[in-house]
């Protein structure tokens, strides 16, 4: 496609030159008509940092390598870096998840305990100082901690049955290092029990027994640690579900006895979604996430059919308990090269706001800074696109959770919150994923932020025509708002944010 001018994405994004911008086909938009349909959590926009972040290990490996190249050697993150640090903040208040498959088999020394390697059942050391690292970055970003449990056979008695010794050696160690876990998931996606290293044959029956031993301990040594599950992943669909059932003795069709197992245990439903696999894990069989369908409907819409299914399930068996979707991103296996690029921010935005709509609470994206799925970039900690989309996310769209206005062009999504801060404000979200330019027609002022890219993969945003920077001390630019008047332009491909302070809406009070 080619390049829209500058002057031309000024006049879209602010109302000025209306003779460049498509008039609209509706009076203008009565927001403060728009009747509240759901509220989420302060804390909805989430993110993950990886268990193998923390400790170094073999992750997930950069694009450019040897062909056959999957996983590779990573360093542990490095939690002080004041750019990390200073971002993490642009997202508060958050929930920080420190999980993941290698949280599964992690090993948590005692104090003065030196390994030269794992322990028999293990895979990976969390050294000490190293978690005091993460409840300090917690602290001082506004991110508390949800996190799960090692159940691999090093965790196991010589009948099998999960101890609950690592789970106390970590609580202790938080509190230890001045904080307190928020809420924990028993182990990371309970369905595939290969990723957990868990005893040959582990059943249906084997998880219920080992979480009902996990959740009297929990209810005793950490009674204020909320406890979600079953923290599984898939159920809604196809290919993957197959896959999974051929690697995994329980797989897919567990997921259902899990949560009925577990439902009276637990203080919210989680659930983890990835739309399709990376080329990394092409040899799955199961396809993998493709570019040409970025903006399709079926692609961004497809996060609704896991939300569907697991909150049917959460309705069944543990009815008025949030739901949250603890893990997601892009793909998984790390995501697909193109999950870095503005392209994918359409998908990041779309699901935070169908899900939204859907009374979703938090939704936590993997990662925040690691590999081609993160919103930072690992080595330097450089904002993505879809990181200044999530900043303009958290600047606008409060609690309250408003109906979409109607009568919205063809290939236009809008979503609507509560203007966050603003009481009787009205944000909204558009994405244009079609060809053309739009107009939407606003009877309201305010200011709003434009972005797009050129082109669509590519790894750097514009907002309101400028790049956005956020330099290696914190310091951050570039995210001025323009003024929009009357109608509210958006050029093709490309994002808007606004925020219509003065809205009048009685649901937003």
């Not at 068996?317 to 359409?346: H, I, M, N, V, Y």
Request: one cysteine or more.
């Amino acid at each position: 496609m080619k390049s829209t001018p500058f002057v031309l994405v000024l006049a879209l994004a602010t109302g000025i030159g209306s003779a460049s911008i498509a008039k609209p086909t509706a009076p203008g938009w009565n927001l403060a008509a728009l009747p509240q349909v759901a509220r989420v959590d302060p804390r909805f926009q989430s993110y993950n940092v990886e268990m193998v972040e923390v400790t170094g290990g073999r992750f997930w490996a950069p694009y450019g390598g040897p062909k056959d190249e999957v996983y590779r050697q990573r360093p542990p993150i490095d939690l002080a870096n004041p750019r990390l640090r200073a971002a993490a903040r642009l997202l508060a208040p958050a929930y920080m998840r420190v999980s993941g498959t290698w949280a599964n088999t992690t090993y948590v020394p005692a104090a003065g305990e030196e390994l030269a390697a794992p322990p028999e059942g293990f895979r990976q050391v969390l050294q000490r100082p190293q978690w005091h690292g993460v409840v300090a970055f917690s602290r001082a970003v506004d991110a508390p901690i949800m996190t799960s449990f090692a159940v691999s056979a090093g965790t196991r008695d010589g009948e099998g049955r999960w101890r609950s010794d690592q789970a106390q050696r970590l609580l202790d160690l938080t509190r230890e290092a001045g904080g307190e876990l928020a809420a924990a998931e028993f182990f990371n996606e309970a369905n595939l029990p290969s990723l957990a290293a868990l005893p040959a044959g582990y059943k249906v029956g084997d998880y219920l027994a080992d979480y009902a031993t996990f959740h009297d301990w929990a209810r005793r040594a950490a009674p204020a640690m909320k406890l979600f599950g079953p923290g599984t992943i898939g159920g809604a669909g196809g290919g993957q579900k197959a896959a999974a059932n051929e690697r995994d003795p329980l797989g897919f069709e567990s997921i259902e006895a899990m949560a009925a197992g577990t439902s009276s245990r637990i203080d919210g439903f989680s659930y983890h979604f990835y739309g399709s696999v990376s080329v990394r894990c092409e040899s799955l069989g199961i396809g993998t996430a493709q570019k040409d369908q970025a903006l399709s409907t079926g692609w961004l819409d497809h996060t609704l059919l896991d939300q569907g299914y697991y909150a049917g399930l959460r309705d069944r068996f543990a009815p008025g308990k949030p739901l949250w979707l603890t893990e997601t991103a892009q793909a998984a296996c790390g995501g697909s090269p193109w999950a870095a690029s503005f392209l994918d921010t359409f998908r990041y935005l779309n699901q935070m706001g169908v899900l939204a709509q859907k009374g979703v609470q938090v939704v936590m994206h993997n990662t925040l800074a690691a590999s081609d799925y993160a919103l930072l970039d690992s080595e330097t900690f450089a904002p993505r696109p879809s990181f200044w989309a999530a900043v303009l996310w958290r600047k606008t769209m409060g609690e309250v959770v408003l109906a979409p206005p109607s009568g919205a062009p063809d290939g236009v999504r809008v979503f609507a919150h509560c203007l966050r801060g603003k009481p009787g404000g009205v944000a909204l979200l558009a994405l244009n994923t079609s060809d053309h330019a739009a107009s939407l027609p606003l009877a309201a002022r305010g200011t709003g932020w434009t972005l797009t890219a050129e082109p669509l993969d590519s790894r750097n945003v514009l907002v309101n025509g400028k790049a956005p920077q956020l330099d290696h001390s914190g310091r951050l630019r570039g995210l001025q708002a323009q003024r929009i008047g009357g109608a509210l332009g958006i050029p093709a491909k490309a994002i808007v944010f606004a925020a219509m302070p003065r809205a009048g809406n009685p649901a937003c009070r």
